[in-house]
Each structure stands twice: as C-alpha cells, then as structure tokens.
C-alpha cells in the first residue's frame, strides 16, 4: 500500500478544514494558533510534500531548503502572498497558490464596518463607556460624520474595491475609483476612474483596497495624505499601501477627521503613533474573519494541494 503524502498546517485551519486532509494525507498540524517558530517550522517542513501557510509563514531559500526537493506545492491561506519568495519556488518548481475570490464579501463588510465606526465615532463612544467617564448628551457631543452624498474614493478596484463600491449605492455616495487601468463600464458599475491624485483630491472619503507591491507600498505618503480634502478619513484594508507614521501625523495635526486599519505592516506591532489617536479605529486584521470565509478560504487551499498532489493543474496558482 503507497504511504499517503505527507502534509503540514502551520497553523490551526477553520473548523471542517483540517478532517479533509488527514482523510486523504499524512497530514500533521498545529494545536495551536501560535505560529511555528522558525526553528520550528524549518523541522517541521522535512520531507512534505504540501505545506499549508499563512501569511505569518515566510517561505524563502531556506524554507525550501528545509523541505527538500519533494515539495510540490504552498498553499497560502490568504489572497496575499508577500509572505512567499514566488521566484524561489519557482527556481525549484514549487508550485504556490492563494485564496483570491472567496473572502470578497466579508472584507468588504469589515471595510463598511470601518468606514462606519470612524465617521461616527463609535470606538470613542464606546472607550467613553467602558472608561466609567461621567457624560451626558449634549448637541455637539461626539460630532461624525455623515455619509450620504459623501465622495467615495476607491484605491484598488479589484474584487473587494469592487464590492466596497457597490454597498456605496445603500448610502447614497458618488463612487470614484483608481486602478491600474480603467475598468469596463459593466465593472465599474457607475464608478468614475480618476487618476490618483485627482482622486485623493475629491475624496472625502478614501478606502484602500489596492494590493501592497514594489510598486504600491507607501504609496499614501504625507505627501498624498496631504492632497485628501480636509477633514477625510481613511480606510485602510491593506498593509503597506498607507504610511503608517504618516498616517498617525495627518490625525494628529487633525488634516483627517478620522482614520481605520485593519491590519498592519509589521503585525503584530501597531505603531504607537497610531494607538495614540483617539480618531484611529484599529482591529486586529479581521477582513476575513468569519467563519463562512475561513472554511472557504482554507476548502481553496486543500483543494488546491488536492489538485497538485493529484497531478492536475491548481485552481489558484499565483504567477511569479
């Protein structure tokens, strides 16, 4: 009988996910949330032939040099990849896939949620309560913002910049967006393309779903910060894309009226600016997080291990 290829999970997969593989595979995984450490993860990854990641594993030279010529496949479960030397598996025929499409909805739900909770200042509010602080209501007490006939700007119109742009309709906000290039008429679903600086210009409010590339990482600079009208506000679904520093000088000079994060370029850490401001709503990079999501994003990633191990072409391959 052939011995069932053996898999890792680095880390604990959504409920229904982790029973799909072991039915097939030899697979091993973690108990724990806690990422491998590097130590670790470089004994753990010996002689597999799927590694299932997330965006917390680095796979470099080294990773693959500890795996051993038998990997076929990396399946990352994110739709980013920034975690992942794409031309190092490449050099060593490692295929490597992601989980673009399923997380759509819930980020940009989250993205609503943000968007919401900073220009109604509804952290402030709730801190306020939890603070025991005395308060009472009063005509000017914690003023936001309202949003219907606001400017939206998208930055970043693929799928989730997409869906983000069509919830916009519920509130009553013009929608203008920039990408690379213009979209379709049909896509752009009566968004308006700018280009970038005329976007950030007319912007009152700006969400940033663009992917963080050589090309987009700190593309929101002080300087670009500066050209949003004054008093906008800041959504950002991305790390790396917004300045972070910047960021935080921007509300703390009050040129925004408020600003929200989901998740970060260094996380776990949160820059300190940034926890310093009171108009900054901060989560925990929790886009995707529901369990719908999770148990379609991790279903992808087996699906695609399936696919290679199997000797089939992956559904999700990410293109060095």
Request: proline share 7%.
């Amino acid at each position: 009988m052939d011995t069932p290829p053996p898999v890792l999970v680095t880390r604990r997969p959504a409920p229904g996910v982790l029973e799909r593989l072991t039915a097939r595979y030899a697979a091993t995984c973690r108990e724990s949330d806690r990422e491998l450490e590097r130590a670790e993860l470089l004994d753990a990854v010996r002689g597999r032939r799927a590694v299932l990641t997330t965006l917390n594993t680095r796979v470099d030279a080294e990773f693959l040099d500890a795996a051993g010529p038998q990997l076929e496949i990396v399946a990352n479960h994110a739709v980013g990849y920034h975690n992942i030397d794409l031309a190092a598996c490449a050099e060593r025929g490692v295929v490597v896939t992601n989980t673009p499409g399923v997380l759509t909805n819930a980020t940009a739900e989250t993205a609503w949620a943000l968007l919401l909770a900073a220009t109604r200042r509804l952290g402030e509010g709730e801190r306020l309560l939890r603070s025991g602080t005395p308060w009472t209501w009063g005509p000017n007490f914690l003023l936001g913002l309202e949003l219907a006939g606001t400017p939206l700007g998208v930055l970043g119109m693929g799928r989730i910049g997409q869906s983000v742009a069509r919830r916009a309709r519920a509130f009553d906000m013009p929608v203008s967006y920039h990408n690379r290039r213009e979209l379709p008429a049909e896509q752009a679903d009566g968004a308006e393309w700018k280009p970038l600086e005329e976007l950030l210009a007319t912007s009152t409010v700006l969400v940033v779903t663009c992917p963080c590339t050589e090309e987009t990482r700190h593309l929101l600079d002080a300087r670009r910060l500066a050209m949003l009208p004054p008093g906008a506000v800041v959504v950002s679904m991305t790390a790396g894309v917004v300045d972070e520093e910047a960021l935080a000088a921007a509300l703390e000079s009050g040129a925004l009226f408020a600003a929200a994060v989901d998740n970060f370029e260094h996380e776990p850490d949160v820059p300190s600016a940034l926890l310093a401001q009171e108009r900054a709503v901060l989560v925990p990079h929790l886009g995707s997080a529901t369990v719908r999501t999770r148990q379609a994003m991790g279903g992808l990633a087996v699906d695609n291990i399936v696919a290679v191990l199997d000797g089939s072409e992956p559904l999700t391959p990410v293109k060095p």
